[in-house]
């Protein structure tokens, strides 16, 4: 009983670490896709900015007919 007892506590101890391994890798890819995510804001805001910027330049220039 005592070895049943000694091989279900290594187990339990080795399982622990796997699952603290696991909610760090969790912790570091929600991290990552937070980091992703404010980019992925970020280059939208510029392309409407630069959008924006054509549009105030095609209004400058009178269309030329071809």
Known sequence: M???FVALRDENAKLAREVAARDGRI???EAETRRLQQTRRDVARRID???Q???QLEGRFPAQSE
């Open 27 to 29: 912790d570091e890819l």
């Open 2 to 4: 005592a070895d049943r």
């Open 53 to 55: 910027q054509i549009d």
């Open 49 to 51: 900015e630069l959008i």
